[in-house]
């Protein structure tokens, strides 16, 4: 101690009561950190060069689902449509659904075209008649992922399929 004092460096230690021995107090956190610097850096290193989904991918989508569409129908989209007249706060789905069947002969363009709406409503992708936007207003935009939208679309679709010969 004698030693720190002369060197004017005692402020920076500590004397243990038990022994007696200086300690560097200022030194521990270094060392601490220092120690615990490689295992940081490793694990921000794999978590930065983990394999990240590509555009591609991302859009690589499971078939529809017309129960989850149905499903997610009778828990989301029944907040404002009803399923068959009366209206609620938008057009009942089976009108819906027959403008997509009157405007789009091709299954698949049909969903294609509900999709684009659903994921961004706007006028120029709506097949419903201008009174009828005009009467209930735009859709807004809904905080659902692209495949729950398929699932709908595929359901929607179905509701106005034509009826099965016996």
Known sequence: MALLRLMGQQDNFRTNPRT????RIRLIPLIVVTALAPAVCAAQTRSTTA???TPRQA???RAPD???GQALFNT????CHSLQPPPKLAPPMAMVSQHYRDAFTDETAARAAMLA????????RATMPAHAIQRFGLM???P??????????AYVWSLSAPAKAP
């Open 51 to 53: 394999p990240r989904a």
């Open 66 to 68: 017309l129960a989850a």
């Open 76 to 79: 989301v989209c029944t907040a």
């Open 117 to 124: 709406f659903l994921l961004a409503p706007d006028t120029s």
């Open 59 to 61: 859009t690589t989508q």
């Open 144 to 153: 659902l992922s692209e495949q729950q939208f398929r699932d709908v679309a």
């Open 20 to 23: 007696e021995t200086p300690v």
């Open 140 to 142: 807004p935009k809904l």
